[in-house]
């Protein structure tokens, strides 16, 4: 049996709002180096995960600092995962509950979860 434990985290005013535009930038980091990969693979070319990362990293390290450099990698694990789920279709060994939707691939927005 796994076991969770639940935190809640209790800021002031100032903390909430230096967490939400960290949450905002990271959001902006991820949609980012995700539409510069989807722009190369709309036009069939190789998707540069080095390229991109760099890129992104230079434009958000300013904020973000080395977290920019790990959503660029979480974003190409979750594209190299994308690439293996085709070539599973391709050989026929893909299941058919999972949807390779480009979509899948996702964005994420920052909201208020309350």
């Known amino acids: 049996m796994k ?13 909430h709002e230096k967490l939400k535009e960290l949450a905002i ?5 991820w949609n980012e180096v995700n539409w510069l990969r989807m722009q190369q693979f709309k036009k069939g070319e190789r998707i540069d995960f080095i390229k991109t990362e760099k890129e992104v990293y ?6 973000l600092k080395v977290n920019a450099q790990q959503v660029a990698r979480k974003n190409a694990e979750i594209w190299r995962s994308f690439f293996s789920l085709i070539k599973e279709r391709k050989k026929g060994s ?19 979860t309350n």
């Open 3 to 15: 076991r969770t434990n639940v935190v809640k985290l209790v800021v002031d005013k100032n903390i």
């Open 25 to 29: 930038m990271t959001a902006k980091c």
């Open 58 to 63: 230079e434009k958000y390290k300013h904020v």
């Open 94 to 112: 893909y299941r058919s509950g999972l949807n390779l939707d480009l979509q899948a691939i996702g964005r994420i927005r920052v909201g208020n």
